[in-house]
């Protein structure tokens, strides 16, 4: 059964700091992990993709980076701004089309 | 374009009554998927449907929780004899599938808040 971990589950920056958020998975045989933000009361959006041939997505200031072999894959955000302020999931999928997410990381950013 | 919209935004219920919840995913969008989120929790899978194939229902809790779908436009969650523990927010997501099962970016929609007193 694929189990997703993220940490810290909560992290609080002051605005302008560069961050990393953790996202482990248990079974590598994945076809792609997305991650999302979901801003509270909201549904979630997807922030980017990477498929399991991929070892690194970029947009804008997010980039999200993954490594299979080790179950592992990290969001990192530059040059933080209040407006990121928001949980970030994490979600792997298999060809079968069923995701599995973690449980999220909180993140505040200060002005 | 449209998005993923989903309805009732809320919805209150009592404890042993059924509820109905819909999905009307993005045009021309073949997979479509059912969630579950629990205060402060993650989101939990219910159910994958994609195109004519059979539906994965591998993450539906218990015999009370059912799906639907239309060919690839709406669908459709019931809960029966819905449970306290049901409440949640019930989020549907819809990605458009290659042919070789690589599963595409995941739009979702608004989610249901259902509470169930």
């Keep these: 059964k694929q189990e997703v971990t993220q940490i810290p589950a909560a992290l609080s920056v002051p605005e302008g700091e560069n961050l990393v958020l953790n996202c482990s998975f248990t079974d590598s045989a994945i076809y792609n992990l997305q991650w999302f933000r979901q801003d509270p009361g909201k549904g979630l959006t997807s922030l980017l993709l990477i498929q399991s041939s991929q070892r690194e997505q970029t947009s804008g200031r997010l980039n999200a980076s993954l490594d299979k072999s080790s179950g592992r894959s990290t969001l990192y955000i530059a040059a933080s701004q209040p407006g990121d302020s928001a949980t970030y999931l994490c979600a792997v999928s298999t060809n079968a089309g069923k995701s599995t997410f973690g449980d999220g990381t909180t993140l505040t950013v200060k002005p | 374009g449209a998005g993923v919209s989903q309805s009732p935004s809320n919805k209150v219920t009592e404890k042993g009554k059924d509820v109905e919840l819909r999905c009307d995913p993005i045009s021309g969008h073949t997979a479509l998927y059912w969630y579950r989120q629990r205060l ?3 989101l939990e899978f219910l ?19 059912s799906a639907e779908r239309t060919g690839e436009s709406v669908s459709t969650l019931t809960i029966q004899r819905t449970q306290q523990e049901d409440s949640a927010v019930y989020l549907c997501a819809s990605s458009v599938h ?6 595409e970016t995941q739009y979702f929609g608004p989610g249901t808040r259902l509470l169930v007193l």
């Design chain 2, 47 to 65: 159910i994958y449907f994609q195109g004519n194939s059979a539906p994965d229902k591998s993450g539906l809790p218990s015999d009370r929780f």
């Design chain 2, 98 to 103: 290659s042919g070789t099962y690589v599963q």
């Design chain 2, 40 to 42: 402060g929790q993650g």
